[in-house]
């Protein structure tokens, strides 16, 4: 188990970066605590694999440097990082049993037959998959040739982290639940190190202790669930997590006002000498529909999905979610709308401003 | 979904089937007409039901062809698959040199089969031939016309060298169809080498070097070309491989009766060898699946 550093790390796949768009992963520095769980969240392509590889040793960054309890590993081989990484499709050893697969990297860094009976019983239990240890793993399904890989990763106690790229793509619905549960409980049983790579806002908020946001090779936000639920430090973050996103939309800012066409917002804090692009964010979560209060609003469609109501309208000439509860009543004459003002942010240039008192 | 009932798609494969009548069929029932048969010429045929098949059978002469056919098959099948296997395990992955490997390695398969003979056959002579000269010049003894052992190396070698690329090229791209995913597996897992192209690169190679193994046996089981033009069959009998002593019989000694019985003989051998292959091969997708 370790503390991992990056320190001002950088990638490009270009062999003489240029500028700042030819580099995957932009300059970083970041501490991972020891023993925590980490989501690594963000489109395809914003270089979470990239980091991800590089903290493996699969990759060299061509900036920067790595370190695991504060020792430079830069240029150590993957094998000598001691680390286990599961990827996004199976990786299994075709002509070898489910019982040999487990066995491997124990075997390989020559543990006795012993302690390896051990804890291959033990791992295939978690995995559920004790019960066909001595098939090979050729013919099997998809997802138990994964679950194959995830016990590949979590055999060895002593890894310094444990990195999973993904690892869920592939699993049936019902079986990634459980899966993720299993993680969960390891992670609590033996404090390893945990980094898990995913687009899936669900996955990462559930599994991690702070989920890391990236967009276009950079980190935006690194935060618990609930900090980046209520405060998105960029747009990007307010928009890929909730369901809808963040109502983001265009104003003026005057003091502690928010200006959109000629309408007033009164917010918390005041804010002054904001440049660029100024917007004012706001979750479907903290919008809501009423007959008298607030702003006008077209509303243009209800959707019940169950545990609430989405209701999509137009405001000022943009587009805007509204959350109501299951039972709220949604009615004809309802066209105003109220922000709650704690959870309106002010964003410049698609960066949060923190504002000040009012 | 209902399907349209037509009986007249039938003549659209009309055209190859009069195609192979005429390439396979009709000179197939011509040479089973000829194994049954005995002439003296003046076109007079007369009946002789499986006399030819028996005196084939019992017939030495074609035994220690099959025999010598047999072991030139296998000793350039452990030649070229391990050596194939092993150059595309070599051979870079991309780039600049990864494009030239593979044009040079095609280069020998490009060359007509009488070609390569030619070159060999210059190649190795003691007067003339850069590699025979060589070697008399270093005082070993290598004449490939009288010595059956240096004929043997010869044309071995030069089977080698004209089709190893064949092996090469089809493990490669085996090689390039695994995905990084799997090596960097293997990495996290400190797997050796060796385990990787054990547990790895062998199993993922399979089914391509399957084929490879299928095509070159083919191929060498009715070579004729190329060790006809350098040795000619000899020293004595000692490179008269199959084809060569079938074509000696047929047209040299123009025993049609004999010689039809041995084609159809080794037309069964190959067609066996071929299903034995097939089922195996079928049997290790089904595994695959």
């Known amino acids: 188990m370790a503390k991992i550093t990056l320190d001002n790390l950088a990638h490009s796949y270009f062999p003489n970066p240029k500028s700042e768009d030819d580099y995957a992963l932009k300059e970083l520095n970041h501490d991972w605590q020891d023993g925590a769980a980490y989501a690594l969240l963000g489109a395809s392509g914003c270089g979470k694999s990239t980091l991800l590889n590089i903290i493996s040793g699969l990759l060299r960054p061509s900036q920067g440097r790595i370190l695991f309890n504060d020792r430079d590993v830069t240029d150590a081989p993957t094998a000598e990082r001691n680390i286990a990484q599961v990827f996004q499709f199976p990786v299994v050893y075709d002509t070898m049993t489910v019982r040999d697969n487990l066995a491997f990297p124990l075997r390989n860094r020559g543990r006795d037959e012993a302690y390896v009976a051990e804890r291959v019983q033990e791992i295939s239990r978690m995995i559920g998959m004790d019960h066909m240890l001595d098939r090979k793993a050729r013919g099997l399904t998809a997802d138990a040739k994964q679950k194959i890989s995830l016990g590949r990763g979590m055999v060895r106690k002593d890894v310094n982290a444990l990195l999973f790229d993904e690892p869920l793509t592939v699993i049936d619905p019902h079986m990634k639940w459980e899966l993720r549960t299993q993680l969960k409980k390891l992670h609590n049983d033996f404090g390893h190190t945990m980094i898990y790579v995913t687009h899936d806002q669900t996955e990462a908020l559930t599994f991690a202790d702070k989920v890391v946001v990236m967009y276009d090779g950079r980190v935006v936000q690194i935060g618990t669930p609930e900090e980046l639920f209520e405060t998105p430090e960029h747009t990007f973050v307010g928009y890929f997590i909730g369901s809808p996103g963040m109502n983001v939309i265009p104003a003026r800012i005057d003091g502690n006002k928010a200006l959109i066409a000629d309408a007033e917002i009164t917010l918390k804090r005041g804010y002054a000498g904001l440049e660029g692009k100024v917007e004012i964010g706001v979750r479907p979560e903290f919008a809501r529909l009423s007959q008298s209060e607030g702003l006008p609003v077209k509303v243009r469609r209800v959707e019940d999905v169950g545990r609430h109501k989405i209701i999509r309208a137009e405001f000022f000439g943009h587009d805007i979610n509204i959350i109501a509860g299951e039972d709220d009543h949604v009615s004809a004459d309802m066209n105003r709308v109220t922000f709650d003002a704690e959870y309106v942010n002010v964003y410049a240039n698609d960066w949060r401003v923190a504002g000040e008192a009012a | ?289």
């Open chain 2, 1 to 289: 979904m209902d399907k349209t009932v037509n009986q007249k798609a039938w003549f659209l494969v009309l055209p190859v089937l009069l195609l192979v009548a005429f390439s396979a069929v009709v000179p197939l029932m011509t040479v089973v007409n000829y194994s049954v048969q005995d002439t003296f010429g003046n076109n007079e045929f007369f009946w002789a039901g499986l006399e030819w098949f028996e005196e084939m059978l019992a017939s030495e002469r074609m035994w220690d062809a099959l025999g010598r056919q047999l072991l030139f098959s296998a000793i350039i099948l452990a030649i070229e698959v391990p050596l194939g296997v092993f150059v595309a395990l070599n051979m870079p992955k991309s780039g600049f040199w990864a494009s030239f490997c593979l044009v040079l390695m095609s280069l020998p398969l490009l060359i007509p089969w009488n070609v390569v003979g030619t070159i060999w056959q210059i190649f190795g002579r003691v007067d003339i031939g850069l590699l025979g000269y060589v070697l008399d010049a270093l005082g070993i003894p290598y004449n490939y016309t009288q010595d059956s052992l240096a004929a043997w190396i010869t044309i071995i070698v030069m089977d080698v060298w004209h089709w190893t690329s064949l092996v090469a090229l089809l493990a490669y791209a085996g090689l390039k169809s695994i995905p990084d995913a799997y090596y960097q597996a293997a990495k996290i897992d400190q797997a050796s080498r060796w385990k990787v192209f054990r547990f790895i690169e062998l199993p993922k190679m399979m089914g391509v070097l399957m084929i490879a193994i299928l095509l070159r046996f083919m191929d060498s089981f009715m070579i004729y070309t190329e060790p006809f033009v350098v040795t000619g069959g000899g020293p004595g009998n000692s490179t008269t491989l199959l084809s060569i002593d079938l074509v000696k019989m047929a047209l040299g000694q123009f025993d049609l009766g004999p010689a039809a019985a041995f084609s159809i003989m080794y037309f069964l051998v190959i067609l066996l060898i071929c299903w034995v292959f097939y089922t195996v091969m079928t049997n290790l997708d089904k595994r695959e699946g």
